[in-house]
Nanobody, 119 residues
Framework: QVQLVESGGGLVQPGGSLRLSCAVS????????MGWYRQAPGKQRELVAA???????TVAESVKGRFTISRDSAENTVYLQMNSLKPEDTAVYYC?????????????WGQGTQVTVSS
C-alpha cells in the first residue's frame, strides 16, 4: 500500500519561504506521477504542481515563478519549494501520487499540511 507522509507546513510572513516534503513508501517511486494540491477554506482542491517519473514538471499559473516541485529518487521524496509567499497561498497542502494499476490510475493522498501566510 502506498503511503505519503507530508511535513514542512507552518506560519510564514508574506514574502517568506517554506519547503514542503512528502516521503513516499510502499510503491515504485519512479512509476508515480507526484503532485501537490491545495485547498483553501470554502474553495475546491486545486493542483499546484506536478512531477512525473520522467519528463517535465508543471506548475499552476498562480504560482509560476514562485513555487518549484522536485523529486529525490534516492530518498523517495517529493518537495515543494515555495518562495515569495502571499496571503492567498494560505491553504492545506496535500501530496498526491498517481500510479497506473493496469486498468486505470490509482490516487493516493497524504494527510495534508497547513500553510498560513500572514503578518
Amino acid at each position: 500500500q502506498v503511503q505519503l507522509v507530508e511535513s514542512g507546513g507552518g506560519l510564514v510572513q508574506p514574502g517568506g519561504s517554506l519547503r514542503l516534503s512528502c516521503a513516499v513508501s510502499g510503491g515504485i517511486f519512479s512509476d508515480m506521477t507526484m503532485g501537490w494540491y491545495r485547498q483553501a477554506p470554502g474553495k475546491q482542491r486545486e493542483l499546484v504542481a506536478a512531477a512525473p517519473g520522467a519528463g517535465s514538471t508543471t506548475v499552476a499559473e498562480s504560482v509560476k515563478g514562485r513555487f518549484t516541485i522536485s523529486r529525490d529518487s534516492a530518498e523517495n521524496t517529493v518537495y515543494l519549494q515555495m518562495n515569495s509567499l502571499k496571503p492567498e497561498d494560505t491553504a492545506v497542502y496535500y501530496c498526491n501520487a498517481k500510479l497506473w494499476n493496469g486498468l486505470g490510475w490509482s490516487d493516493y493522498w497524504g494527510q495534508g499540511t497547513q500553510v498560513t501566510v500572514s503578518s
